[in-house]
């Protein structure tokens, strides 16, 4: 009945097609609702393993190689952390807040620290894997051993950081609040060179290819390129003070 109904309009073929529509309607509407039923049955995460760091963790975690990377606010003690299956590994004490999340990528561990007046730059040894980065607030940055958290050098830098570490071919660069850009080489911590700018540097350092873009702060509002190998400026650009335009235009309207 039903082909030979799919070309006629004879009123029992009619009935014919409403009937399997409505059919086609209610099988779809009850696949769709055991379907959410099936969605809103979420398993509860099981917590596989738990360590106490004692002290609030603000900065992002970082994984690599089955090994969790996590600093924490305290000032005095321990608050650079790597875990493996719940077990502590190595700690590592900047005695200075950590105000960013660690970066990976190398052979080493490096972490940037502030105490009062004194700014540091140090790399602590490591067996094997890859560079952790990490700035913290004694204006220090560490270069870590990833297995062992011992130190293998430190540079002086004389600011505060705020922002990361980065990370390109052989070097490492870290912005500062003291209007510089410094560059040294990631395995022995010579400086190689260093760029000023007009105001603090908030953000990290973006390197691409054989650049490295910085922006500096609200009075200078300059984005450079400069050279990755030599720190030498390529080009500079001066964004517009949109405060300034903002107000130019309050109380006007646009037709």
Known sequence: MRNQCLFSFSEGC???????LALAVATLVVAIGAR?????VIPKPEILWRVALGHPVYATLRFRHGTVYADITQVHGPNVFAIKYGKILWQFATHGAIQMPVTVGGSQVFVASDIGGTHFMRALNRHTGH?????????????LARHTGTVVWKQTTGYAFVAPPAIWHTT???SNRGETVHAYAVNTGKPLWSFFTNEPI??????????VFVAAGPE?????GLSSRTGKQQWHVQ???????WHGHAGTSQK
């Not at 009619?14 to 399997?20: E, M, S």
């Not at 908030?202 to 650049?211: K, S």
């Open 14 to 20: 009619k009935a014919v097609r409403h009937l399997t």
């Open 36 to 40: 959410s039923t099936a969605a809103a």
């Open 131 to 143: 560079l952790i980065l990490s700035g913290s607030a004694d204006h220090s940055l560490y270069a």
């Open 172 to 174: 490492v660069g870290v």
């Open 202 to 211: 908030n953000m990290a350092a973006l390197p691409y290819r054989n650049m």
């Open 220 to 224: 200078d509002r300059g984005i450079y």
């Open 239 to 245: 964004m517009a003070d949109y405060a300034d335009a």
